[in-house]
C-alpha cells in the first residue's frame, strides 16, 4: 500500500469520526522522537511471502476458531487477541496494538524476542509516551495512519484488525484468514461498531485489490459500502 492510494481512504475516515489530521501527525512525530536513532523491526522478517497469515481478531469467536490460527503459517493478533491465544496454548508471530489496551503484553513479547507493530493516532501520545520507552525497539515496527515519516511507517488500515491484514498484505501474504472476528458483536459501543464497519469496509476492499475473498465477509459484501480511492 502506497500512500497516495490510501490518502483519500484515510481522508474519509477521518470526515466519517471528526478526526483532526495534525492530531494523526503530531502522534506520529512523537512516535519518531521517541525512538530517536534505535533500530526497529522489518516485518519481511516474519517470512510472509508466501505464507497463510491468520489475523486474529478479539471478537467472542476467537477461543472457538483458536484453531485456525494453529493451521496458519504466521499469527497475527490484534490487541487482546494476544492474550487470548496464550491462554488457549497458541503462540503469536506479531502483536498490532495502539496501546489502548493491553500495552504491558506488548513489552513482554517485545522482551522476549516477539514484534510489536505499535501505532500512532491523535489521541493515544500519552500512551505512546508511557509504554514505547520500556519496549525493545528492536522489535517494535512504528506506524501511523497519516503519512509516513521514517522510521514510522503507513502499510494501510485504520482499526488493529484490518491494519494487520494491510500489512500481511504489504509483505506479499499468500492467503489471509480471520478467526475471532464478530462485526456484529452487541456488546460494544457505538464508536467501536462505527469502526467495525470500517474495518468490513477496508478488508472488502483488501480482498478486490488481491484478488482473493476473505471467509469473514462472506453473507455481508451485499451491505458494505464501497471505499472511495480516488
Known sequence: MEFHTWEPVYEDILDDFGYPRDGD????DRFGDLLGDDSTYDPARLGLDGATVAVAGAGPSLEAEADRAVDADVVFAASTAADR??????AIDCMITDLDKNADTG????????PVVAHAHGDNIPALETHIPAYDSEFVVPTTQAAPAPPVHNYGGFTDGDRAAFLADHFGAASLVFPGWDFDDPSVTAEKRQKL???ERLLHWLEQRRGERFDVLDGRRDDIEP????
Open 107 to 114: 513489552r513482554e513479547l517485545t522482551a522476549d524476542g516477539t
Open 85 to 90: 491465544l496464550k491462554t488457549e496454548g497458541v
Open 197 to 199: 464497519r470500517w474495518a
Open 25 to 28: 501527525e503530531r502522534a506520529r
Open 227 to 230: 471505499v472511495a480511492t480516488d
